[in-house]
């Protein structure tokens, strides 16, 4: 009873989220200021009006973009990387941060899987799913909990279809590649009668061992451990072979008072273990996902949205024939929003979240005991818009219960943040915005102890750890205007109690690993993020653009600097729009990172030259193919942000061919 007095006690606050999103040029075509950010706020929110950072990647960037994990697909967005853990398993990394503080979403509900306790997990969703995906960078913890105090990242697919359906529609892609032997073919369709709306798609991808230009070990680590690096033209990074098949469906009524239905997916994907020759992984998900919308009058709400999955997963590790470890995750989440309307540029909304689901591990490599976790999550925004200026701001309390067999802990966490924003003049959008967020322990921060040896560490957790608590301060600037379209970005965050994982002196007998204990310190990050765009000639269809964006983040702890931060980048393109055709070429800069943890190595910066070109020939511009060119310079590129940077550079130089087409 107490707690949910707590949750109607805050559901009753008038404050609202503090900024969502910011214009992206992941898209090629020129920003659309009437679009709207989906993730972060139930309300509308236009791209040109926001006070934080956001990318969007759409269908059109998804039918041309490589084949790979999440992580992968979305590195090189400005304050983006990825964990890469050889093509099998990517996560997003979003300033610096990654694991259990960025929360990766399909379709606003968590993914309900074990993605976030090592980086060898795979993603239980591929971008080929998506129709698009938004990455909020920074705090969002106001929408999605404390598991989002780094960032967002939100795959939204149409599988359960919101608009009435003409007919039957559809998209089918299919590509090649070399380097890794790759084939991929996706396809998607829906088919009306009447209110009923139906839908059906399927995901196949196939990879073998994929090429670098030199020795899979790094210089620094042979160096630092005097072992051999042959010189060789050409090599491949062995186990790195990846075989997917995802496949589900949905069915959704839409009649006058909004819509509502059902879906289910099944996700069942072998990849190789990089690190270890002998080791491959099986990742089996079956998930069932429920969501709607109601129009109502309901005293101040207008609106009821509500979204909610299920998901049994599983996750096992195999060690040649046999089974070494098996990871298991089940449960649920759900949300349920009442939305305001627009009163004279005043919108906000009310809203509930729930989740319970188990997580364990059983075998020789079991690193967490069985833990049930349940939480509990009421939020409300607001936002007042005047046109020349306006104020936004939010609250949310959160009660997370994590019990295992080493201790049962309660979290109450209280999020809050405010920000105000300025339209100084014609195409510029000037906003600020403060947040305070707090994160409660993840189960392996609390309860792990044992061998890693995806990442050759010897966890022990701490099942006395307080709360991670965050503030956060976040500049924006949009501007957009004749030729120029920019967006820069600023950000600080100070973290009381930040919870890193630090190598001690003591090394396991058995396992020979370095023995690592998560601790809790005081950090601070800081950087910036800029985005820019200049359309130097335009005659009807036909036009040529420059692109240009850079990213920087800096982490400091009372115990040094923070393991595997990226370091600085800067990435150029020129782009040339032909009507029926476009080309690019684009060349991406990124730096050394020296800035290391204790027992961690620095990195090499390197420069990476890509080219592509996609055309729609005929008549119908629903054909569409395409030719791309990655790492045509075949640098030797290593992600810092991964634990297999020394073990697995970035693939080398490859090419792709496909073609894709809408109905």
Same mark, same amino acid.
């Given at each position: 009873m107490?707690?949910?007095?707590?949750?109607?006690a805050?559901?009753l606050?008038?404050l609202?989220l $503090?900024?969502?999103?910011?214009?992206?040029?992941?898209?090629?075509?020129?920003?659309?200021?009437?679009?709207?950010v989906v993730?972060?706020?139930p309300? %509308?929110?236009?791209?040109?009006?926001?006070?934080?950072?956001v990318?969007?990647?759409?269908?059109?960037?998804l039918?041309?973009?490589?084949?790979?994990?999440?992580?992968d697909?979305?590195?090189g967005?400005? !304050?983006?990387?990825?964990?890469?853990?050889?093509?099998?398993?990517?996560?997003?990394?979003?300033?610096?941060?990654?694991g259990p503080?960025v929360?990766?979403?399909t379709?606003g &509900?968590? =993914?309900i899987?074990?993605?976030?306790?090592?980086?060898?997990h795979? &993603?239980?969703t591929?971008p080929?799913?998506?129709?698009?995906?938004?990455?909020?960078?920074?705090?969002?913890?106001?929408?999605?909990g404390?598991?989002?105090?780094?960032?967002?990242v939100?795959?939204?697919?149409?599988?359960?279809?919101?608009?009435?359906v003409?007919?039957?529609?559809?998209? =089918?892609?299919?590509s090649?590649s070399?380097?890794?032997?790759g084939?991929?073919?996706?396809?998607a369709?829906?088919?009306?009668?009447?209110d009923w709306?139906?839908?059906?798609?399927?995901l196949?991808?196939e990879?073998?061992?994929?090429?670098?230009p030199?020795?899979q070990l790094?210089?620094?680590?042979?160096e630092?451990?005097?072992l051999?690096r042959?010189?060789?033209? +050409?090599?491949?990074?062995? #186990?790195?072979?990846?075989?997917?098949?995802?496949y589900?469906?949905?069915?959704?009524y839409?009649?006058?008072?909004g819509?509502?239905?059902v879906?289910?997916?099944k996700?069942d +994907?072998?990849y190789?273990?990089?690190?270890?020759?002998?080791?491959?992984?099986g990742?089996?998900?079956?998930r %069932?996902d429920?969501?709607?919308?109601?129009?109502?009058d309901?005293g101040?709400?207008?609106?009821?949205?509500?979204?909610?999955g299920? $998901?049994?997963?599983?996750? +096992?590790?195999?060690e040649?024939? *046999? %089974?070494? +470890? @098996?990871f298991?995750?089940d449960?649920w989440e759900?949300?349920l929003?009442?939305?305001?309307?627009?009163?004279? !540029?005043?919108?906000?909304?009310?809203?509930?979240?729930a989740?319970k689901?188990?997580?364990?591990?059983?075998? *020789?490599?079991a690193?967490?005991?069985?833990?049930?976790?349940?939480?509990y999550?009421?939020?409300t925004?607001?936002?007042?818009?005047?046109?020349?200026?306006?104020?936004?701001?939010?609250?949310r309390?959160?009660?997370?219960?994590?019990?295992?067999?080493? $201790?049962?802990?309660?979290?109450?966490? %209280?999020? !809050?943040?405010?920000?105000?924003?300025?339209?100084?003049?014609?195409g510029w959008f000037?906003?600020?915005? !403060?947040?305070?967020?707090?994160?409660?322990?993840?189960?392996?921060?609390l309860?792990?102890?044992g061998?890693?040896?995806?990442t050759q560490?010897?966890e022990?957790g701490?099942?006395?750890l307080?709360e991670?608590?965050s503030?956060?301060?976040?500049? @924006?600037?949009?501007?957009?205007?004749?030729p120029?379209s920019?967006?820069?970005?600023?950000?600080?965050?100070?973290?009381?109690?930040?919870?890193?994982?630090?190598?001690?002196?003591d090394?396991?007998a058995?396992?020979?690993?370095r023995?690592?204990?998560?601790?809790?310190?005081? $950090?601070?990050?800081?950087?910036?993020?800029?985005?820019?765009?200049y359309?130097?000639?335009?005659?009807? *269809?036909?036009?040529?653009?420059?692109?240009?964006?850079?990213d920087? &983040?800096?982490?400091?702890?009372?115990l040094?600097?923070?393991p595997?931060?990226?370091?600085?980048?800067? @990435?150029g393109?020129?782009?040339?729009?032909g009507?029926?055709?476009?080309?690019?070429?684009?060349?991406r800069?990124?730096g050394?990172?020296?800035?290391?943890?204790?027992? *961690?190595?620095?990195?090499?910066?390197y420069r990476m030259?890509?080219?592509?070109?996609?055309a729609?020939?005929?008549?119908?511009?629903?054909?569409k193919?395409?030719?791309?060119?990655?790492?045509? #310079?075949?640098a030797?590129a290593?992600?810092?942000?991964?634990?297999?940077?020394?073990?697995a550079?970035?693939?080398g130089?490859?090419?792709?061919?496909g073609?894709?087409?809408?109905?």
């Amino acid at each position: 009873m107490y707690r949910f007095r707590l949750l109607a006690a805050a559901s009753l606050v008038p404050l609202g989220l $503090a900024g969502l999103a910011a214009p992206a040029w992941a898209d090629d075509a020129p920003k659309e200021v009437s679009e709207v950010v989906v993730t972060g706020a139930p309300y %509308v929110v236009s791209m040109d009006s926001t006070t934080t950072s956001v990318d969007v990647v759409k269908r059109d960037d998804l039918d041309t973009a490589p084949p790979a994990g999440l992580g992968d697909v979305l590195s090189g967005l400005p !304050g983006v990387r990825s964990t890469f853990f050889g093509p099998g398993a990517s996560r997003p990394v979003i300033r610096g941060l990654a694991g259990p503080r960025v929360l990766v979403l399909t379709n606003g &509900v968590g =993914m309900i899987d074990a993605s976030a306790l090592s980086p060898d997990h795979q &993603v239980a969703t591929d971008p080929q799913e998506a129709e698009r995906i938004e990455v909020l960078r920074g705090p969002s913890a106001l929408a999605y909990g404390g598991s989002a105090i780094g960032g967002v990242v939100n795959v939204i697919d149409d599988r359960i279809p919101n608009k009435i359906v003409d007919g039957f529609h559809g998209r =089918m892609l299919a590509s090649g590649s070399s380097g890794d032997r790759g084939q991929m073919a996706s396809a998607a369709f829906k088919f009306g009668a009447g209110d009923w709306v139906f839908s059906l798609d399927g995901l196949r991808r196939e990879s073998g061992d994929y090429e670098v230009p030199v020795d899979q070990l790094s210089r620094r680590l042979a160096e630092a451990e005097g072992l051999p690096r042959p010189l060789r033209e +050409t090599t491949k990074v062995a #186990n790195s072979a990846v075989e997917l098949t995802n496949y589900g469906g949905g069915v959704s009524y839409v009649g006058s008072l909004g819509y509502g239905g059902v879906s289910i997916k099944k996700t069942d +994907t072998t990849y190789g273990v990089a690190a270890e020759e002998d080791v491959t992984i099986g990742l089996e998900q079956t998930r %069932v996902d429920a969501q709607g919308e109601l129009n109502l009058d309901l005293g101040p709400f207008e609106k009821l949205r509500f979204a909610g999955g299920w $998901a049994d997963y599983t996750h +096992t590790e195999y060690e040649g024939e *046999e %089974v070494g +470890t @098996t990871f298991y995750s089940d449960g649920w989440e759900a949300r349920l929003e009442l939305v305001q309307p627009d009163r004279d !540029g005043w919108q906000g909304a009310v809203g509930f979240q729930a989740l319970k689901k188990s997580i364990d591990a059983v075998g *020789e490599e079991a690193l967490i005991p069985k833990t049930d976790i349940a939480e509990y999550g009421v939020f409300t925004l607001q936002r007042l818009d005047r046109d020349a200026w306006g104020i936004e701001g939010g609250l949310r309390l959160d009660q997370r219960t994590l019990d295992s067999v080493i $201790a049962k802990r309660d979290f109450t966490n %209280v999020s !809050g943040s405010v920000g105000a924003f300025l339209r100084p003049a014609e195409g510029w959008f000037l906003g600020i915005s !403060g947040s305070r967020t707090s994160r409660a322990p993840s189960e392996e921060e609390l309860f792990s102890e044992g061998p890693h040896p995806a990442t050759q560490q010897f966890e022990v957790g701490d099942a006395g750890l307080d709360e991670e608590i965050s503030y956060s301060l976040d500049a @924006t600037a949009h501007y957009s205007g004749g030729p120029w379209s920019v967006d820069l970005h600023a950000f600080a965050v100070k973290y009381d109690g930040f919870i890193d994982l630090r190598a001690s002196a003591d090394v396991d007998a058995e396992s020979g690993f370095r023995v690592y204990r998560f601790v809790q310190t005081d $950090a601070t990050f800081y950087g910036a993020e800029a985005e820019a765009s200049y359309r130097l000639w335009q005659d009807g *269809e036909r036009s040529f653009r420059l692109e240009g964006a850079a990213d920087y &983040v800096r982490g400091e702890t009372d115990l040094g600097a923070p393991p595997r931060i990226p370091p600085w980048s800067a @990435t150029g393109r020129a782009v040339f729009e032909g009507g029926w055709w476009t080309g690019k070429l684009e060349l991406r800069q990124v730096g050394g990172q020296s800035r290391v943890a204790q027992y *961690e190595l620095p990195t090499d910066g390197y420069r990476m030259l890509n080219a592509s070109i996609s055309a729609t020939p005929f008549a119908d511009r629903n054909l569409k193919v395409f030719f791309e060119a990655r790492n045509l #310079n075949d640098a030797e590129a290593r992600e810092h942000a991964s634990f297999l940077k020394d073990y697995a550079p970035l693939p080398g130089r490859s090419f792709r061919i496909g073609a894709g087409y809408r109905f």
